[in-house]
């Protein structure tokens, strides 16, 4: 008959380096992990601004910097506005065929083009990055002035139309003293906000002459 401490020698041993095996596999795992972790930060780290610049693209700088200052606007006030409309494709067109960067009608092209005397304007400049941003510009500053710089008129105008929020500020149900309370199209209320928030987060990510 065999000695059991003999027998039960060979046992723990096994089950003793059993043990070592997972409390080195578990401190390999927590190892990797941690590498894995840091290897991730530096990552985000690293990638973070081009993320941020696929978000929030900044084009044709020159132009928005330029023709903000003609017009006494905020910069940032058009790349929001530039942003919401086209993700700054110059190419973008609207399903009711606005155009451009700044997403322009052809008949409101017509009209800004008459009021700021362009004599060389056609309907196919819109898509001109320079054009659009002057245009664009002009634009926004006549709804400031017509709305005594009320940014959520400026920005619903921009987006329905101005004699629309004129009628809006004539209606009680939306406009009590002359502000608007209540935005009727929900597109439009989700447009000025849209608008206001790319305004800030170009203002937090970018650095703009103005």
Not at 48 to 60: F, I, R, T, V
Not at 66 to 85: F, Q, S
Not at 138 to 146: P, S
Not at 169 to 196: A, C, H, M, N
């Amino acid at each position: 008959m065999a000695n059991s401490k003999t027998t039960a020698y060979p046992a723990r041993r096994a089950r003793q380096a059993g043990r070592r095996k997972k409390q080195r596999n578990l401190w390999q795992l927590w190892i990797v992990l941690g590498l894995a972790i840091i290897i991730l930060a530096l990552l985000a780290l690293v990638g973070y601004p081009y993320a941020k610049k696929l978000a929030y693209p900044l084009k044709y700088e020159a132009y928005i910097t330029e023709y903000a200052e003609a017009n006494g606007l905020d910069p940032y006030l058009v790349c929001g506005v530039i942003h919401t409309e086209s993700h700054f494709d110059i190419e973008a067109e609207s399903r009711v065929g606005a155009v451009g960067l700044m997403q322009i009608m052809p008949d409101t092209g017509e009209w800004i083009a008459k009021k700021m005397s362009m004599k060389d304007y056609s309907e196919a400049k819109l898509k001109d990055p320079e054009t659009n941003i002057r245009m664009g510009c002009w634009y926004l500053k006549y709804l400031m002035d017509r709305f005594d710089g009320d940014m959520t008129l400026v920005l619903a105008g921009y987006n329905a139309g101005p004699n629309r929020v004129t009628q809006w500020l004539e209606d009680e149900k939306y406009s009590q003293d002359g502000k608007l309370t209540d935005i009727p199209y929900r597109e439009t209320e989700e447009y000025v906000k849209k608008v206001e928030n790319a305004k800030e987060m170009y203002r937090s990510y970018y650095t703009l002459e103005s």
